[in-house]
């Protein structure tokens, strides 16, 4: 259901990433990031692609860059498999703590978090510009074993 994904796969996150959000980011920006040292990809399938988490990765640290899934199929468990591999990846190397940023709105996401056992660490006012309501951004850690 999930495998790893490379620069080849930047135009279905760029798809993927638009269903998701206001602000997507392109194939150009796919492309680059998932060239950089300590960028991965894990993509789920549910059976045609669904979903993705980015997440990058700094001596013994790790940051959810993004994570998405289809509207289409959301609340069928991907998003938690999605994290859940991304993190056991994390923890099967020597990363020691993730961290990551969510807007303080996302409901769907802080319960993902929190399902997981991320801790809010800190919040940023105002964080969302460019989203109505300007939402603040929580900052969310879970110390990994
Ligand atoms: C957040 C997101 C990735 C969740 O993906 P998903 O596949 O629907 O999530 P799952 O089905 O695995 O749900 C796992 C848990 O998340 C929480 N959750 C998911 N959708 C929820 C919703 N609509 N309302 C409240 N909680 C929700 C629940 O705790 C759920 O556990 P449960 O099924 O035991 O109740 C998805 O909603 C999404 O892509 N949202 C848009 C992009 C986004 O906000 N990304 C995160 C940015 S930080």
Redesign the pocket.
């Given at each position: 259901m999930t495998r790893l994904g490379g620069p080849d796969d930047a135009a279905a996150l760029a798809t993927i990433h638009a269903a998701?959000?206001p602000s997507p980011w392109g194939e150009s920006a796919f492309a680059t990031l998932l060239s950089q040292a300590g960028v991965s990809a894990i993509l789920a399938s549910a059976p045609t692609l669904a979903?993705f988490v980015l997440t990058r990765a700094v001596i013994d640290e790790a940051e959810?860059l993004?994570?998405?899934?289809l509207?289409a199929?959301?609340?069928?468990?991907?998003?938690?498999?999605?994290m859940r591999e991304a993190l056991r990846r994390m923890g099967a190397t020597h990363i020691g703590r993730c961290f990551?940023?969510?807007?303080a709105d996302?409901?769907?996401?802080l319960?993902?978090y929190?399902?997981l056992g991320f801790e809010t660490t800190a919040t940023r006012t105002g964080y969302y510009q460019s989203r109505a309501g300007v939402p603040d951004a929580i900052v969310m850690e879970k110390r990994l074993a």
């Open positions: 998701a959000f979903g959810i993004t994570l998405a899934v509207p199929v959301r609340q069928r468990g991907i998003g938690h498999a999605l990551l940023e969510v807007a996302n409901v769907a996401a319960a993902l929190r399902q």
